[in-house]
C-alpha cells in the first residue's frame, strides 16, 4: 500500500457545512471501500447524505480507476 495521502472535501446539502478529511489509501478502503459514492453524516446537523466520490476526492478517484486499468 501506498503512503500516499488523500484529501477528502464535502458538503452537507442540508446546512452547507464542510468536511475534509485526509486518508490513505488503506484508510480510505476500508471506511468506503471502493463504492463511487460515500455516505456521510454531518457533525454540525446530523444529516446523513452521500457524496461522490469522484467530487469529493479527485485525485482517489483518478488513483483508483488507474489501479483497475492496471488489472
Excluded at 452547507?16 to 489509501?25: F, I, P, Q, Y
Aim: proline letters at 4%; glycine letters at 2%.
Amino acid at each position: 500500500m501506498s503512503d500516499t495521502k488523500y484529501r477528502i472535501k464535502t458538503a452537507c446539502p442540508q446546512c452547507g457545512c464542510s468536511a475534509a478529511a485526509v486518508m490513505t489509501e488503506e484508510e480510505i478502503k476500508k471506511r468506503y471501500g471502493d463504492a463511487p459514492n460515500i455516505h456521510m453524516t454531518c457533525d454540525a446537523c446530523q444529516a446523513e447524505y452521500e457524496a461522490n466520490m469522484a467530487e469529493a476526492c479527485p485525485e482517489w478517484d483518478k488513483a483508483c480507476q488507474m489501479a483497475k486499468s492496471n488489472t
